[in-house]
Each structure stands twice: as C-alpha cells, then as structure tokens.
C-alpha cells in the first residue's frame, strides 16, 4: 500500500529554543561557510515564535510565528527587514497558515505594492503603487506555488499509479510504515530536477520514491512577480506493508 501526505512535518524537538541554518535559497544547511540565513525558533504554547537573521552581519531579516519548524504554517502577523533595518515588507496568514493580505515597501519606506490571495486565481495578486502613493492600474501575479497538471489530486493520481507499493514487502522488510521524505526542485520551465531522499528507511523505498518523482510529468512552474521562478517542494511517501 501507498500512503501520500502533501508535504514533510515537523519532527519532535525537547530543545526550548532550536536554531536552523539555511542557504541563499532557504534550503537548511549546517553552521558553516554555507549558511547565508539562520532561525531560531522558540516555542510558547502551540507556537513557535521564529526570527531569521542574516549569517554575517547577524541582523534581524524576519519576526513571525509558524506552527512548526518547517515554515509550514504561519499564523497572525509577519514582519520581514533590510538589513538595514527598515521594514520591507509585512503580511499576515489565514486560518489555514495561508498569507492572506501583505504589504511590500522600498528601503525608503514607501510602498511599493500590495497583495491578496485570489482563490480564483490560487495565488497572491497585486497592485503597485507609483511615487505619489497612488496605485498603478492592473492587477499582477506576486506569488503561485508551482502546480502538478491537475492539482493535488492529479499528483497524488500520478504517485500511486507508479510506485511499486510492494517494493519492501519484496525485500522482506518486516509489518509498518516506510516514510520517505523526498525534496525537488520544479525549475522556470516546469521540469523537475534536484530530487533527493531526505532519510532512508530501508529495504529499497527511497531508491523507488526518487525514481518515480524523477520521471515526473512537467509542473506549471512558480509565478513571483510575473515571471517563472523555482520552487522547492517536499513530498512525504509512505509504504505500508502489512501481515501477511
């Protein structure tokens, strides 16, 4: 049997406050030369209070608040900053953890544009404003997550039609369930590359899980600001083999 879940969750933490070290992509990396951001998170009921800073210079690059450590959910306001201190940019999430409205600004305070989620649409939309504060006519696409040809379900379709469900229970691993954890890359055009295994729970699951996303029909890419970005996506596959 195959199980699909939508994206990876978070993993227990005791650690009061945890700190993260990410590349120039938000990609986590260890401490070292190739950390460009780092995060601290520091847990206060069912939240986790998160702020980001630059690796160098130690600044603060963001405030907000996530239900986990993977920035899977969001909650309230969100507050990002220039490295020289001036507000860049805030939004705020939905109930769903979604960025529902957001306000972008220029390092010398004005606003430059601003943006809502359009469920229509299935992204963020918005409007610029010119030198005198007034907005500019025509809407715009801000953000879109990149989208497998008929959605989520179109992909979950796609991931049970060609994995090997059997594929531990041929390598006699033992009754449970094999998570797998895989990261990718959806680049400008669509394609997906980058594919990585995340962990390895054994008897060949990672090596199948990496093989089916690799051949993955083309993604509609990443829209930011009007143009086709790439997007990083994380996808949790689950073999399940039972007593026989």
Avoid: C
């Avoid at 957001?102 to 606003?111: C, F, P, Q, S, V």
Wanted: aromatic share 14%; net charge neutral; hydrophobic share 30%.
């Amino acid at each position: 049997m195959i199980i699909i879940t939508s994206f990876a969750s978070a993993t227990g933490q005791t650690q009061s406050i945890i700190t993260k070290y990410f590349d120039s992509s938000w990609r986590e990396t260890g401490k070292g030369s190739s950390s460009y951001y780092y995060a601290t998170f520091e847990k206060q009921d069912t939240a986790y209070m998160v702020t980001s800073y630059w690796t160098q210079s130690n600044k603060i690059k963001a405030v907000s608040a996530y239900a986990d450590t993977n920035f899977r959910k969001g909650i309230g306001l969100s507050k990002g900053y220039y490295e020289s201190g001036v507000l860049k940019d805030s939004f705020y999430f939905d109930n769903e953890g979604r960025v529902n409205v957001g306000y972008k600004y220029h390092e010398t305070g004005r606003l430059d544009f601003s943006y809502h989620y359009d469920a229509a649409e299935g992204g963020l939309i918005g409007e610029r404003y010119d030198s005198a504060g007034k907005k500019v006519t025509g809407y715009f696409t801000y953000q879109k997550e990149a989208m497998f040809p008929g959605g989520i379900d179109g992909w979950i379709e796609y991931l049970q039609g060609h994995l090997k469900a059997n594929t531990p229970a041929k390598k006699k691993a033992p009754a449970g369930r094999y998570t797998v954890t895989i990261t990718f890359l959806v680049d400008k055009a669509g394609h997906v590359t980058e594919v990585e295994a995340l962990n390895n729970p054994g008897y060949g699951t990672a090596e199948e899980a990496v093989r089916v996303v690799q051949h993955s029909p083309a993604w509609i890419p990443a829209i930011q600001n009007d143009k086709p970005v790439n997007y990083r996506q994380k996808q949790n596959i689950t073999f399940e083999v039972t007593e026989k």
